[in-house]
Every structure is written in structure tokens, then in C-alpha cells.
């Protein structure tokens, strides 16, 4: 029977060659100290530096507690979390991402919080050494996504987080292609909390996320998880048609009291490019949500795993 596994750690890789040996000297010691079974499921997301073979490398050293999962491509940040949780097999499933600006020794801060009682632990980073516009916009993107939503995340960008066996394995039976796994996990949390972990500066390398994916990653959640955007647009089309419907009324009057109006043309372009704007708005918003109609329906795999590394435990 397989060795019983209570904290599994999954950790998405994607050209992260030159962090990886200080990620493996701070997370096994870390790791070791917490005193409990475990097991570090790396998923190399299709990485085109030296990643590949560190994590080979890094298996051969410890093969008694790490498993690696190899995509034949690159499928993204959230799918390789979506394939760490297939292959996790922890009571306990903590996600960290590889640049170490989380510090792997605060694992422990979520662990106890799961043993008070808690099934489902996020994080929120004590002290961000971003750049302006990183905090700038995810400010921002909170604020709009907490409104639309209603899914309460103090800090959606901090990955590290911890999951119960239960809300993993209900993660699982959702086979949608795009989907925000905090957002997500929150839904189906019945005792959820937030901690403050440690932010620093990344090791080395450079962030995978530019402002297009930020922005492109939020899209995805508003559109994933509600139809208020739909709704509102409705709403704004319904009060722009009743001021139109006003201002005919109002001109037509004018016409028949007053007399013709002289000039007023550039107006009524001002008008018309309003409403030409509102309209492709709506046009584009709506082609949000056929789009993940679009890419649901044709149901291809989420991600294509070319090898996984781990070690059989002997009957």
C-alpha cells in the first residue's frame, strides 16, 4: 500500500533554471522541520531552459518525497496547478510558486490554521516588493473582481494557499479549460481564512505574468465565475435606449414648437460615437463568454503530460 502522504506541496515550474537550486535548499529543510509526512509534486509546465533536468536531477537526490509531472508543452500557471492536484495524494495541499517570493519556510502559518479547523487557507503578503504598477493594478483588478463576484480574496494574487483533501478532489471533477483556482476553491470552502505570509524580492529571473496576462487572468475570472458584466451591460443598454428615446422626443418637440435646429452636428456625432462604443463594449464582452462557450465545447485536454517521475512504492 502507498506510504499515507498528509501535506502534499505542488509547485508549477516554467524556465525557472536559475531559482530552482535556492528553492531546493529552503524548501526540504523547511519541509523536514514540520515533522509530518510529504511529498513536493513539481509540474514542469513545458520550460525551454534547464528546468527539466534540475527537476530530474533534484528527484534522483530525493526520490522518497518528490514526484515531477512533465507537460509536453506550455499549458499555463493554473492548468499545472490542475495537474499537481490530480497527482497530489496529501490530506493537506499547499501550492507555492517557484520564485521563492513567498518564503517556503511559512508554510507552516497555513498548516496551522488547517489544524484549527479551517478546510481552505489564502494569503495575504505581509510586504509587497513589486514594482508600482504590480500593486497598482491588482489593487485595482480586486476591487473590480469583488464586486462582480462576491468572492471575497484579500490578495488574489499571492498563490500560496492552502487546500483540504475534500475542496481538492471537488476541484477535480470540474472539467472546465479556463477557471481561477483560489476563486474557485472558495466556492466550495465552508470554513475558509486568510494569513499575512512573507513577500520578497524575486531570487532571480523574471515574472511570467506581463499586464496583458494580468488583465487576461481577470477576464477569466469575472467571466468564469458570474454574468453580472452581461447584466450590467443590459442594464446600460436599456437606460442608453430610454436617453435616446427621450432625446428624439425632446428634438422632435423642439422641430414643431421652435423650428428647425441650426447646427448641432458635431452632437450628434458626439452621441453617435457614444453609442457606436457602448455597442462593440457589449459586442466584445459578449464575445468573452461565447469564447469560453467556444473553448469548453470542443473539450480537448487541459494539458498533455509526457512523463512523471516518482518512485513506486513496493507491495
Avoid at 108 to 130: K, N, T
Avoid at 202 to 212: I, T, V
Wanted: proline fraction near 4%.
Amino acid at each position: 500500500m502507498p506510504t499515507p502522504v498528509d501535506l502534499s506541496v505542488v509547485i508549477p515550474v516554467y524556465n525557472e533554471e536559475a531559482v530552482l537550486a535556492a528553492l531546493f535548499g529552503r524548501l526540504y529543510p523547511a519541509l523536514d522541520a514540520l515533522g509530518v509526512a510529504y511529498e513536493v509534486v513539481f509540474v514542469n509546465d513545458g520550460s525551454r531552459d534547464r528546468s527539466a533536468t534540475l527537476l530530474a536531477d533534484q528527484f534522483h537526490r530525493r526520490p522518497d518525497v518528490t514526484r515531477v509531472v512533465m507537460f509536453n508543452g506550455n499549458f499555463g500557471q493554473h492548468r499545472a496547478i490542475l495537474a499537481g492536484f490530480e497527482h497530489a495524494r496529501g490530506e493537506r495541499i499547499v501550492t507555492l510558486d517557484a520564485d521563492l517570493q513567498n518564503p517556503p519556510e511559512d508554510i507552516h502559518l497555513l498548516l496551522e490554521q488547517m489544524d484549527a479547523g479551517h478546510d481552505y487557507v489564502g494569503s495575504i503578503r505581509r510586504r509587497r516588493d513589486d514594482v508600482l504598477w504590480r500593486r497598482v493594478a491588482s489593487r485595482a483588478m480586486n476591487r473590480i473582481r469583488e464586486r462582480t463576484t462576491r468572492i471575497k480574496m484579500t490578495d488574489q494574487g499571492c498563490m500560496m494557499r492552502a487546500y483540504s483533501r475534500r475542496i481538492v478532489d471537488t476541484i477535480n471533477q470540474c472539467n472546465e479549460l479556463y477557471t481561477f483556482i483560489p476563486a474557485l476553491a472558495w466556492q466550495f470552502a465552508q470554513n475558509p481564512t486568510e494569513v499575512v505570509v512573507g513577500h520578497e524580492e524575486r531570487f532571480a529571473g523574471e515574472s511570467k505574468y506581463s499586464l496583458y496576462s494580468l488583465v487576461r487572468l481577470n477576464f477569466d475570472l469575472m467571466t468564469g465565475f458570474t454574468v453580472m458584466p452581461l447584466q450590467l451591460f443590459s442594464l446600460v443598454g436599456m437606460l442608453v435606449s430610454l436617453g435616446s428615446g427621450a432625446l428624439v422626443v425632446v428634438l422632435g418637440v423642439r422641430r414643431l414648437v421652435i423650428g428647425p435646429e441650426e447646427g448641432g452636428l458635431f452632437t450628434l456625432f458626439a452621441i453617435a460615437f457614444l453609442l457606436i462604443g457602448i455597442a462593440l463594449f457589449g459586442i466584445g464582452l459578449l464575445g468573452e463568454y461565447i469564447g469560453r462557450i467556444y473553448q469548453e465545447v470542443r473539450q480537448r485536454p487541459r494539458y498533455v503530460i509526457s512523463a512523471i517521475l516518482e518512485r513506486r512504492d513496493e507491495p
